[in-house]
């Protein structure tokens, strides 16, 4: 007899449930002796355990059931030999690993013509990924490397990404994955210049810079005759001598300049203008503001250009005075338009026969409203226009528009009468010229 282990048989009234030969002695039918043998034999019963791991967001079938999380699960089943079996799965989840990159370039402002370096920063790539490069939306080809080195040679700006191929096992959500894409700016190269430019007052000498693509910051380096003499952003002198040059280093601090040093063009300084202003003088007189000058070492100077300003920063020419170079002179002009009852400015501009000049000090004075003489009558004029003053010697006669439609030239006339009959009717202007060097403006009608 043949039983399943863990089962029993009974046998001539005794239960057996292990494997063996067992014996019992009867009396048959006939009232004899009778032996009965019991050879019992034991079948196996089966135990079964499945180990197996999935990726999360998977299934797994066994014995018919579908199955998606980890755990231990059990079925009854009967083996080959008819028996009880039992089957076990020990179901286990593997997490999903996400790949991606991400990229870090070495800088995202450069120059033109330099390398940019630019990493990429892998997750979940493997022990061999491949990487793929791209400028504005270009595939660099046949260059795979973590690290791409990229020179523009143009100005602008373009955009560098890349794309990731992983080759790491386990459970890859997706085996590639695009980087974010950074924008880098390309400046163009540019060559720092410098120019300098002089200008004098008296015995000073102010020596100015203009440069270009200098920076935010340029510094400027200034040199007499060779001697670094300052490093101001100007030079000022005041005993430079004919001969001296003058000149400046300009150093830039401007983004991808070529050479950031530039030298500056030379300045040869010649002698200084042959006069020396000894007194220079304004005070309110009858006929307008009478200026008064005295020189000495006046030896080749052109001319003596008054001018004056209204708030001492802004000056015009109100006239001009031919020099004279004799050595030691004196001078004086008449403003007869000054106007009454302000502060009136007043400088000289001497000007140099070879067109070179300065300034004489500023000075100032108030016109009283009495001191005012040259008048015109009858005003408005019909015919003739007569002018009320002293030293007359020329007239222009100006329309509205600033242009000049008649000139009377004089000599030294005092009370003169013009001849305005052909005029058209209107408003016009005098601008009479005295043979002092004064000048006046007065405006009458035209009937």
Not at 91 to 96: G, R
Not at 260 to 278: E, F, K, Q, Y
Not at 298 to 316: D, H, L, M, P
Request: charged share 10%.
């Amino acid at each position: 007899k043949s039983i399943c282990a863990g089962t029993s048989y009974t046998f001539n009234g005794s239960t057996y449930s292990k494997a063996g030969t067992y014996s019992a002695h009867l009396t048959n039918a006939v009232g004899c002796d009778s032996l009965a043998t019991l050879v019992l034999t034991i079948k196996d019963t089966t135990v079964s355990t499945t180990n197996k791991s999935i990726c999360a967001g998977t299934t797994y079938t066994f014995n018919g059931s579908t199955y998606s999380k980890a755990g231990t699960y059990s079925a009854h089943l009967t083996n080959a030999a008819g028996c009880d079996s039992l089957a076990t799965l020990e179901l286990s989840i593997i997490p999903t690993k996400t790949v991606s990159v991400s990229i870090n370039p070495s800088a995202t402002n450069i120059c033109s013509g330099s390398p940019i370096f630019i990493n990429a920063n892998p997750t979940n790539g493997g022990a061999a990924p491949v990487f793929e490069w791209s400028v504005n939306g270009n595939i660099i080809p046949s260059y795979s490397l973590g690290t791409l080195a990229y020179t523009p040679q143009f100005s602008g700006q373009f955009l560098v990404s890349c794309k990731l191929r992983s080759n790491d096992t386990g459970c890859l959500v997706a085996d590639t994955a695009i980087s974010n894409a950074i924008p880098v700016t390309v400046n163009p190269l540019v060559t720092p210049s410098v120019s300098i430019a002089a200008t004098i007052n008296g015995s000073t000498e102010t020596f100015t810079a203009k440069s270009t693509n200098g920076g935010t910051v340029p510094t400027y380096q200034w040199y007499k005759n060779s001697t670094l003499v300052s490093s101001d952003s100007i030079y000022v002198n005041t005993a430079l001598i004919s001969g001296d040059s003058v000149w400046c280093v300009l150093t830039s601090n401007a983004q991808c300049a070529i050479n950031p040093t530039a030298t500056s063009n030379v300045i040869l300084v010649s002698n200084p203008l042959p006069i020396s202003l000894t007194a220079f003088s304004a005070k309110s007189a009858t006929n307008g503001i009478l200026l008064q000058w005295n020189t000495a070492k006046e030896i080749s100077t052109a001319s003596f250009v008054v001018e004056s300003s209204k708030n001492g920063v802004t000056f015009s020419q109100v006239g001009s005075i031919a020099a004279r170079n004799n050595g030691i002179d004196a001078y004086s002009f008449t403003d007869r338009i000054a106007t009454a009852g302000t502060l009136n400015y007043y400088r000289l501009k001497i000007v140099d026969k070879s067109g070179a000049y300065t300034y004489s000090s500023v000075v100032a004075v108030q016109l009283s409203a009495s001191n005012i003489h040259l008048s015109v009558y009858p005003n408005p004029a019909k015919n003739i226009l007569t002018i009320n003053g002293s030293h007359i010697g020329s007239v222009d006669i100006v329309d509205n528009l600033g242009r000049v439609v008649s000139s009377v030239y004089l000599k030294d006339v005092t009370n003169p009468s013009i001849n305005v009959n052909k005029l058209q009717a209107g408003m016009y202007h005098l601008r009479i010229q005295t043979t002092d060097g004064g000048t006046s403006k007065i405006s009458f009608i035209k009937q």
